[in-house]
């Protein structure tokens, strides 16, 4: 979010209307914030990585650990998922802080096995479990 780092939409409206007002008409994905990053610019960032990833780590199992933006934008690289798919996915399951989306790649593509999942964060759950086993 550039220079509008950790403010609410509504702080955003208050304070820079003309930026509330072009990110609605651009849209969530669209919208490039004032020294930030569009979903697009993620993309072609992610997309790189993807490649790095597949070139220097096929086969092997690899961590990315990375802020809600970044996780659904890689279901747009990965799944081919439009924008409108992913904004209807995350309104009805958020990224969680400290959730785990996970895909598995032995059937030589990624195929995702779980998505913004949070068991580890239940009660009662044991915080010595191993994550995927």
Excluded: C, W
């Excluded at 939409?9 to 509330?20: G, S, V």
């Excluded at 020294?35 to 199992?61: C, K, M, P, W, Y």
């Excluded at 690899?62 to 890689?74: E, I, N, Q, R």
């Amino acid at each position: 979010m550039g220079d509008l780092e950790l403010l609410t939409p509504a702080m955003i409206a208050q304070r820079f209307p003309a930026e509330a007002a072009r990110l609605a008409a651009e849209g969530e994905f669209s919208y490039q914030p004032p020294g930030g990053e569009s979903f697009a610019d993620i993309a072609r960032r992610l997309a790189a990585v993807l490649a790095d990833l597949n070139t220097q780590h096929a086969g092997r199992r690899v961590l990315l650990v990375a802020h809600d933006a970044v996780v659904v934008v890689m279901r747009h690289l990965i799944e081919g998922l439009g924008f409108d798919e992913i904004a209807a996915i995350v309104a009805t399951t958020p990224v969680a802080n400290t959730s785990i989306t996970r895909y598995d790649g032995t059937a030589g593509g990624l195929t995702l096995v779980e998505f913004a999942a949070t068991p580890h964060l239940e009660p009662g759950r044991d915080e010595h479990a191993v994550v995927g086993k």
